[in-house]
């Protein structure tokens, strides 16, 4: 009986680790790379944490789809800010996001800087070195691996280059304003198995990260020695400021340079999927749309049953319409939204009949950015 328990117990050690795989550095993007994935912004019946736990699990999540995005690595020494950033190895753009640089050792693949729009939509462009850099990718990397990092980014502009009317809110007109932003990731391999995506299966390891980021904005106020910071972040009413907490589940896979998917969950209720990246595969059939960097919005699924979701991308800072109009160009439907960047909306419409209608993207100022057609079907 002994010999039998012993049997099995070694069987199973053996299993795990030949079931366990291995990240290498080969997997770290480099120059000439283009790195693609899908983004579903409201996907469906993705179960994250399976009954039996994330030690030889098998995630089924070949019913995503959503919009294809393209990064292009390349090397420093192209970009715009090349200058600002001589310690860079690749620099990736793409659209209103600006230049991210990057910096490779053997062991870490790190954001080192920015170069592009401030955050704040202030109409400032900004060079951003971040100290220390932000660790975006470690090798090697197995099963119950763990880290801590933290990464802090200092950011000071003189009011006078602050465009009209953005400074009004406050009683005295700052000298300068400072926004600080403290970032600190940990790290847990605590999973491996087996996942499915459109197009593949593919065995990985399962990263936990949870990542805390603190935003604050300061104003300089007064003359000379009588100058100081005031923090005003709790009286600035811009919504990218304070506390925020991110947690994901990144399933790597041992050659891909993609992450075989990235799920993004509620950060009190992990259970919870908010939303998805996942590799790109030439045989996915669950892609709507590609993201080509310029302002837009697509809906899927489409044709669509009982209902949608408009993503709208690349877009400046400012409010906009959606319109869904019938074929005889008769508005059924619309609803205001304010947009910073990309954002992603549901629509009901299970009360729409059968047949073809277009639907709208419309900015501040009337004028339509795109306009698209969709098909509802009826069981």
């Known amino acids: ?48 944490n399976p009954t039996g736990g994330a030690i030889g699990a098998t995630w089924d999540f070949s019913g995503l789809q959503g919009v ?9 020494s192209e970009a715009n800010g090349a200058d600002q950033f001589p310690n860079a190895d690749l620099f990736s753009g793409f659209g209103l996001a600006g230049e991210n ?10 954001l080192i800087g920015y170069e592009g729009p401030d955050p704040a939509n202030f109409g400032l462009n900004l060079s951003v070195p971040i100290t220390p850099a ?28 602050i465009p009209g009317g953005i400074l009004d809110s406050f009683a005295l007109t700052p000298d300068s304003l400072r926004l600080r932003i403290a970032n600190e990731r940990i790290g847990f391999v605590e999973g491996w198995g087996e996942v499915t995506i459109p197009g593949g299966t593919y065995d990985v390891i399962r990263e936990k990260r949870t990542e805390y980021t603190e935003t604050r904005l300061d104003v300089k106020i007064g003359i000379g020695p009588f100058a100081e ?46 939303f998805v990246e996942y590799k790109f595969n030439d045989a996915t059939t669950n892609v709507t749309y590609v993201n080509n960097g310029k302002p837009d919005i697509v809906a899927y699924p489409n044709p669509a049953i009982e209902s949608i979701r408009l993503e709208m991308m690349n877009l400046q800072s400012g409010d906009y319409t959606i319109k869904i109009y019938n074929i005889l160009g008769v508005e059924i439907w619309k609803d205001n939204y304010t947009v910073n960047g990309d954002r992603i909306v549901k629509v009901d419409i299970s009360e729409f009949r059968k047949g073809t209608y277009l639907y709208s993207l419309v900015n501040e100022n009337g004028k339509t950015i795109s306009t698209k057609r969709l098909i509802v079907m009826r069981p």
């Open 68 to 76: 294809l995005t393209e990064q292009v690595f390349r090397p420093a």
């Open 229 to 274: 910071w005031i923090d005003v972040t709790d009286i600035a009413g811009l919504d990218f400021l304070g506390a925020d907490t991110t947690t994901t589940y990144t399933f790597l896979g041992e050659t891909s340079k993609e992450p075989i998917a990235v799920v993004t969950v509620d950060d009190v209720d992990n259970d919870v999927v908010l």
């Open 134 to 161: 932000l660790i975006e990718r470690r090798a090697p990397l197995e099963f119950t691996d763990t880290y801590s990092a933290d990464g802090a980014i200092l950011i000071a502009v003189s009011a006078d280059d």
């Open 1 to 48: 009986m002994k010999s039998t328990v012993l049997s099995i117990l070694f069987s199973f050690s053996v299993f795990c680790l030949t079931a366990q795989i291995t990240v290498t550095n080969a997997t770290f993007p480099a120059a000439g790379d283009t790195l693609k994935t899908v983004f579903d912004g409201m996907p469906t019946n993705i179960v994250i």
């Open 101 to 110: 640089f990057y910096k490779i050792t053997p062991n870490t693949f790190e």
